[in-house]
């Protein structure tokens, strides 16, 4: 080779090298639903979950991850928004007719990304709420108030859970695969007369309910809520994780070839989330009785393969290298949430939240307490690292802001803290305290050697159905995490100083006004 030539190579191997360096990454926050700190098999939970493994060691995995409430609505809206949902009313589990809960003049994620030149998606479960007023929205025409007006340039949700009506996935606002012979009605008043529910008609069940979900039956299942028509529009319980996937995966591919075609590399951002593992679980038939631990291990299954799935369609496209995942979850796992899928009775010695108190609802830590896998190939962050520094979701806005080189003004997101250093694994600084909504709104802090609940109303079993520990007493309660992280002895009493600091810092935070 000669001189120039290989003057010439190097400078466009620098040139490579430079762009790949300021080149910003794709980002997708992939978030699975009342997946539990101890689910995992990287958090040694005993299904295996090998795609999802693999991304651990990509990166960094977080033993001390918190979402902002211990169910879904609330703690989506604090990720999307960099907002404690308790600030605000209307932040509670949303019905599947709910108006749109983040307000469209509200900051989110994906403006922080669109503004910042990328392209956005919100794909799979959403749960906050569609259309500018309760119980007005048109399922048969256009909705509207949707994603696409927080920041969302496509959309392809379920409106609430599986296991609330209307069961159908809904694009852009509108209906997906409408189907004009069955006009679709919901009501969470009252049923549609001649229509079975599960409360009438449970010989028509082919997954019996243990709580609740007795009322429209689609597809032998019982729901939150009444609906009627869908017809071919409705959804097939043990395809929506496959087809979740698919519409991920096809947005992706319609953008990488949307680049090509303008010769652009615009990046993208997805929020993607599935509905596995929330009740009612109902897995394809392929994983089925294959993880020994009954339908909720097998949705475990489920859900690592849309991972394995999604990273699958990166490598294909050569763009793994280029995109950040984040993987966590709304909330704490639960067993027995409303269905009789044996949760309970098959889990073996499976630890669904590892050796923390309580479960998805609570004030006690399993409530709030997540998986969080921040995952980048080497060269751009430690691989294979574990991490036990106290990071909440919250600060997603203004730590990948960072990333995305977008610009989030002081007024917005104003519980979001730039802690990207810690995200990428570059840094074990914690969070310097992470608060979480429990179901009765009530609001605990953490920090990284000490929780403190307030006293607060409430049974201390949840009162419902779900066999779990809320958390709830009169007296102030105060754990040691650094001796125990399993919230077993309240030391209160033995530690006066401490308890003040934490109720100030927590009436500092529940006083600050969001702007
Ligand atoms: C509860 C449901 C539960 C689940 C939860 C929301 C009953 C008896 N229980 O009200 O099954 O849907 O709401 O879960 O209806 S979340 O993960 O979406 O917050
Ligand atoms: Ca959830």
């Not at 399922?139 to 009506?165: K, L, Q």
């Not at 097998?298 to 294909?316: P, S, W």
């Not at 990207?420 to 305290?433: F, I, N, P, Q």
Request: hydrophobic share 35%; net charge neutral; proline share 5%.
């Amino acid at each position: 080779m000669n001189t120039k030539l290989s003057l010439l190579s190097g400078c466009s191997l620098l040139a490579a090298i430079v762009s790949a360096q300021t080149q910003r990454p794709n980002v997708i926050v992939l978030l699975g639903d009342d997946v539990g700190s101890g689910d995992l098999s990287c958090y040694k939970g005993k299904v295996s979950t090998p795609h999802i493994d693999r991304l651990a060691a990509r990166g960094t995995m977080f033993t001390d991850a918190h979402a902002a409430a211990a169910t879904s609505t609330p703690s989506r809206y604090g990720l999307l928004t960099g907002q404690y949902p308790f600030r605000r009313t209307g932040t509670d589990v949303a019905d599947g007719n709910a108006e749109m809960v983040i307000r469209p003049h509200q900051y989110t994620l994906a403006d922080m990304f669109k503004e910042a030149g990328y392209a956005t998606a919100a794909i799979g479960k959403w749960h906050l709420g569609l259309g500018s007023r309760r119980a007005q929205q048109d399922w048969n025409g256009t909705i509207d108030a949707t994603p696409a007006d927080i920041g969302f340039d496509y959309s392809c949700i379920m409106a609430a859970t599986a296991d609330r009506v209307p069961c159908v996935f809904i694009e852009n606002g509108s209906v997906r695969n409408y189907d004009p012979t069955a006009p679709i009605e919901v009501s969470y008043v009252k049923n549609y007369e001649g229509e079975p529910t599960g409360k009438t008609h449970p010989h028509l069940l082919k997954l019996q309910p243990s709580h609740g979900h007795d009322m429209s039956i689609v597809n032998g299942i019982s729901r939150i809520g009444y609906m009627k028509g869908g017809g071919s529009a409705l959804w097939q319980d043990e395809n929506i994780a496959d087809s979740i996937a698919h519409f991920a995966i096809d947005w992706v591919e319609r953008h990488l070839d949307e680049n090509a075609r303008r010769g652009e590399q615009q990046p993208f951002f997805m929020y993607l989330c599935t509905n596995d593992i929330h009740v009612p679980r109902w897995p394809h038939s392929r994983f089925v009785g294959r993880s020994g631990l009954g339908l909720r291990g097998d949705a475990i299954l489920q859900f690592d393969e849309t991972v394995g799935r999604v990273m699958e369609a990166l490598e294909k496209r050569g763009i793994a290298d280029n995109t950040l995942i984040i993987l966590s979850s709304d909330n704490g796992a639960v067993l027995d949430d409303g269905y009789a899928d044996q949760a309970e009775e098959l889990k073996g010695d499976h630890r669904e939240n590892g050796m923390l108190r309580g479960g998805k609802y609570s004030a006690y830590e399993a409530g709030s307490t997540v998986p969080f896998i921040v995952s980048w190939p080497a060269g751009r962050v430690p691989q294979g690292k574990t991490s036990k520094a106290l990071v909440s979701q919250i600060d997603a806005i203004r730590s990948l802001a960072v990333v995305a080189k977008g610009n989030v003004a002081d007024s917005l997101a104003t519980d979001s803290r730039d802690q990207h250093a810690t995200w990428l694994g570059r840094s074990d600084k914690s969070r310097e305290y992470s608060v979480a909504m429990a179901y009765n709104r009530s609001v605990s802090i953490r920090t990284k050697d000490w929780k403190y609940i307030p006293p607060t109303k409430g049974r201390p079993m949840v009162g419902w159905g779900p066999k779990i520990e809320t958390g709830f007493s009169s007296e102030p309660q105060l754990y040691d995490m650094k001796k125990s992280v399993e919230e077993q002895e309240n030391v209160a009493k033995k530690y006066p100083k401490v308890l003040r600091r934490l109720q100030q810092k927590l009436s500092e935070v529940v006083g600050a006004v969001a702007r």
